[in-house]
């Protein structure tokens, strides 16, 4: 069965610093993809970034960026210049897409931010 | 405005007492899925659906029950037979086998407690 792990439960970051959340996960399965999701204080669950094993390019949307490493099975997050509105829960999931629809959360990391 | 809908928003059940979660979904999505969240355990796979009239265990459904009558509602009721209730429940839709990724979008979540 496929895992996806959060080790560090809180981080913090100071405003327009940069910062990185680690995701790691098992899979004997060579295609599928990957997806950082935010929670914020109202719960409401935003997708932040996607990022599809065979393609070799780390994904990006505006401040936010991911380091895959496909081999040693790693998904970070960098959040860079960060903002008070980035504090939330930051959770990674897998999924293998297609027919299969299920997706594998982590158990997420609480991401705050110094004024 | 296309999106997913839950409600209540707080709901409190007497133990012992069944009670139904509603979800509903505008987005034309095949799939549909049921989440609970508790602190420090991310999001546990409760039921989900990819088709209409058919689902499937996730990984906690003991004391939990699921239909799938019409493609845009998938209702969730938690039953007497639930040990530990009182969770933060999520709902989410996805497209199914039309693409690749199948991200899911998440409904505002229902806030069940038992009293």
């Known amino acids: 069965a496929q895992t996806v792990t959060q080790s560090q439960p809180e981080m913090s970051v100071q405003e327009a610093e940069t910062v990185t959340l680690s995701c790691t996960y098992d899979t004997s399965e060579s295609d599928y993809y990957l997806f950082w999701y935010k929670q914020p204080p109202s719960r409401q669950m935003i997708l932040v970034i996607r990022?599809?094993?065979?393609?070799?390019q780390n994904a990006t949307e505006n401040r936010f960026s991911v380091n895959f490493q496909k081999a040693a099975k790693s998904f970070s997050l960098k959040i860079s210049d960060s903002q008070l509105g980035d504090a939330a829960m930051y959770f990674c999931a897998y999924g293998r897409g297609g027919a299969n629809s299920k997706l594998t959360f982590g158990k997420g990391i609480t991401l705050s931010v110094r004024p | 405005d296309g999106g997913i809908t839950q409600s209540p928003k707080y709901l409190f059940r007497k133990e012992g007492q069944n009670v139904t979660l509603s979800c509903e979904q505008n987005?034309?999505?095949?799939?549909m899925y049921w989440y609970r969240q508790d602190p420090g355990q991310g999001l546990r796979l409760i039921y989900y659906?990819?088709?209409?009239?058919?689902?499937q265990k996730g990984d906690i459904a003991e004391g939990y029950s699921v239909s799938r009558e019409k493609k845009e509602s998938f209702p969730l009721t938690v039953t007497s037979a639930q040990k530990n209730p009182t969770a933060f429940y999520l709902c989410a839709s996805s497209p199914f086998g039309t693409s690749g990724h199948n991200e899911q979008f998440f409904g505002p979540g229902t806030r069940l407690t038992v009293l």
């Open positions: 659906s990819q088709i209409v009239n058919d689902f």
């Open positions: 987005l034309n999505h095949d799939a």
């Open positions: 990022q599809e094993a065979y393609k070799q």
